[in-house]
């Protein structure tokens, strides 16, 4: 039983370290397999402190957006090009074009939660649209974010949106934002972020 338990040992050791075989060695490839059904989402949370003497109240903003994956990748040929009619993969996951999120629709949920806040909310959505119409050179991946949201001309010409929001960007460009500070004295802008010299 001794011999065998030794031979066995030797035999292990022969087959693991000493063996000459690269092929025993060598990783497998991995693939990850996604089903046509597949999403991927992207989560982000922006929360703000509010002064309170007695306890920590913050108030919190989640936005949530989810993507379904194509079928095939040679869609994305060329890069950012055609894609083709994706719809039809789908199979009726897509929306429809009521539902489909517009600058105007955002604006409009911008201006209810500014209201809620007690800011009156189209003209402090002014002033963040005038005040961000110049870009900073440090901004982050969040202000980058509010520029884009910010900066009506960055999306495509929209029929129902209405031109005061073109117009506070441009007065933004002029740096001529002072009648949307004196409508909007508390700006929400200010709440979550600090210019550095």
């Known amino acids: 039983m001794w011999l065998i338990k030794h031979f066995l040992t030797l035999y292990l050791l022969y087959n693991t370290v000493l063996n000459d075989n690269v092929e025993s060695r060598k ?4 693939y990850l397999i996604f089903t046509p059904s597949t999403q991927w ?4 949370t922006v929360s703000i402190p509010l002064p309170h003497p007695e306890s920590l109240v913050s108030v919190a903003w989640f936005f949530e957006a989810n993507y379904y994956n194509v079928a095939n990748a040679s869609y994305f040929d060329p890069l950012l090009g055609d894609i083709g009619d994706v719809a039809s993969v789908r199979h009726g996951r897509s929306t429809p074009p009521s539902s489909t999120i517009t600058r105007r629709s955002v604006y409009t ?3 209810m939660m500014l209201e809620k806040h007690d800011y009156p909310g189209r ?13 900073l050179p440090h901004n982050g991946v969040l202000g980058d974010l509010l520029h884009v949201l910010l900066t009506p001309s960055t999306s495509l010409s929209e029929e129902d949106i209405e031109d005061i929001y073109y117009e506070a960007e441009y007065w933004g460009l002029e740096k001529n934002c002072e009648d949307y500070v004196y409508l909007c004295p508390d700006n929400p802008i200010d709440q979550i972020s600090i210019i550095l010299e």
Do not use: D, M, N, Y
């Open 41 to 44: 989402g992207v989560f982000a």
């Open 27 to 30: 990783r497998q490839k991995r």
């Open 109 to 111: 949920s911008i201006e």
């Open 123 to 135: 003209h402090c959505l002014l002033r963040a649209i005038c005040e961000s119409a110049t870009p």
